[in-house]
């Protein structure tokens, strides 16, 4: 059926809507272009509503015509036959028994036959009519099931939304928490590294000790006060030393070479090897030539005086082996 406005048939609308199945498929914000946005299926709503709008009002001013037409066919088809009764009786009046009219006749079925297509095409028209009413209230339900799946689209998108800004939230913090770990692991680190420097410090300080301990005994043994510096051959009073050390070169010594004749003086051997990676000197002001020793440890006064005794005994020893102390005046 024709729309009154001149817009094309009522059925084309119905399924081009319909086409496409009862629902709609949701707009993806990530798809290809094949897919409307929810905001081109809600304009495409809006212009279904009004064009269904628009169809119904032409669905009432047709069946408002058809009324109309109906009634006007009515009294056309009534009228027709009034006069088709007094022409009949009039002729039946006028002429004769046997007499007859063809062409009456012919007139009459053709006046028959015309009301029985303008019947025929008013049955037609009711019948288009319930079609295009049952073709809009397919449109209709069409219109609210694409109503509902966007709204459920827009549930959907809502949703992913609050999702994904939980997910910002977390990944803020667990940034957050890896920053302070972070920042943690690193004093941990300096920590640790502080704590290594100061072990090999008091491992050096420990070696250091250990040595000049070594060298006061090996002294108090030989009874030895004095002796000169493999590195820099000035003389060194052991009762002084604070470490293993020259006051004067800073050489290390290693070991303590007593005189053993008495044209030979007694020497403190200089470790002369290079030092080992990852060693760390220990933060001590220079010692100054002039300074005795650069202060006494605890505990060298003792090894000094226990080897200015053990030189005493030593002394004693080689007066009753060599009375004339030749050795003694040779040896230091």
């Known amino acids: 059926m024709s729309d009154p406005d ?4 009522v059925e084309e609308p119905v399924e081009s809507v319909t086409d496409g199945g009862d629902g709609v498929e949701a707009a993806d914000p990530g798809s290809d272009g094949h897919r409307v946005s929810s905001p081109d299926i809600r304009a495409a709503l809006a212009d279904l509503r009004e064009t269904t709008d628009r169809l119904e009002g032409s669905i009432d001013s047709v069946r408002s015509e058809l009324e109309s037409l109906d009634s006007s066919v009515d ?3 009534e009228d027709l036959r009034e006069r088709f009764v007094r022409l009949y009786r009039d002729l039946e009046g006028k002429a004769e028994a046997d007499h007859e009219h063809p062409e009456t006749v012919d007139r009459l079925e053709t006046v028959a036959a015309d009301a029985e297509t303008v019947a025929e095409r008013l049955d037609d028209v009711e019948t ?5 009413e049952e073709a809009l209230d397919r449109l209709d339900a069409t219109v609210t099931a694409v109503e509902t799946d966007v709204g459920a689209v827009d549930d959907r998108v809502a949703n992913a939304a609050e999702r994904l800004s939980t997910a910002e939230d977390r990944l803020e913090e667990l940034t957050a928490a890896d920053e302070d770990r972070s920042e943690k692991l690193s004093r941990v680190a300096s920590a ?3 704590a290594q420097r100061e072990l090999r410090v008091v491992r050096r300080d420990r070696a ?3 040595r000049l301990d070594t060298l006061l005994r090996a002294a108090n043994r030989h009874g030895v006060r004095k002796a000169d510096c493999g590195g820099c051959g000035n003389t060194v009073r052991l009762s002084l030393l604070s470490t293993p050390e020259c006051p ?3 050489s290390r010594f290693d070991d303590l070479d007593p005189a053993d004749r008495f044209y030979r003086r007694s020497t403190l051997t200089v470790d002369d090897r290079p030092a080992l990676e990852g060693d760390v000197a220990p933060d001590e002001p220079a010692r100054s030539p002039s ?3 650069d202060g006494t440890p605890p505990g060298s006064s003792t090894g000094g005086e226990e080897a200015s005794g053990g030189e005493a005994s030593g002394e004693g020893i080689r007066r009753a082996d060599d009375p004339s102390g030749e050795s003694d005046r040779g040896g230091r």
């Open 248 to 250: 004067y070169c800073e």
């Open 192 to 194: 640790v590294v502080r």
């Open 208 to 210: 250091d000790r250990e």
């Open 6 to 9: 001149g817009e094309g048939t």
């Open 75 to 77: 009294e056309d088809v």
């Open 128 to 132: 288009r009519a319930d079609s295009v």
């Open 291 to 293: 300074s005795p020793g």
